[in-house]
Nanobody
Framework: QVQLVESGGGLVQAGGSLRLSCAAS????????MGWHRQAPGKQRELVAG???????NYADSVKGRFTISSDNAKNTVALQMNSLKPEDTAVYYC?????????WGKGTLVTVAS
């Protein structure tokens, strides 16, 4: 099976930065995209950023210009560099990978941005 483990979450002041990392292991066969979603209290999970095996990226409008997604296909890892953090970025961030049309999810890492 596929396992995903996130790391790098924590508490940061508004305007600060954090870098999230995710390592995938197991049956990583022909992944097409890796990405990050987040879920804030009382809200639905939303896409933050995604990256294909070819290197194409997409971002939620709310994070464009502040967040950068990157990946290492050989290592099956994906990272999210978060700069200029805002209190509204507070959420649990989840790593995901799509393999043969199926999505796999990590358990999440909490990011808290203080005002």
């Amino acid at each position: 099976q596929v396992q995903l483990v996130e790391s790098g979450g924590g508490l940061v002041q508004a305007g600060g930065s954090l870098r999230l990392s995710c390592a995938a292991s197991g049956s990583i066969f022909k992944p097409s995209v890796m990405g990050w979603h987040r879920q804030a209290p009382g809200k639905q999970r939303e896409l933050v950023a995604g990256i294909t095996t070819g290197g194409s990226t997409n971002y939620a409008d709310s994070v464009k210009g502040r967040f950068t997604i990157s990946s290492d296909n050989a290592k099956n890892t994906v990272a999210l560099q978060m700069n200029s953090l805002k209190p509204e970025d507070t959420a649990v961030y989840y790593c995901s990978v799509r393999i043969l049309g199926l999505d796999y999810w990590g358990k999440g890492t909490l990011v808290t941005v203080a005002s």
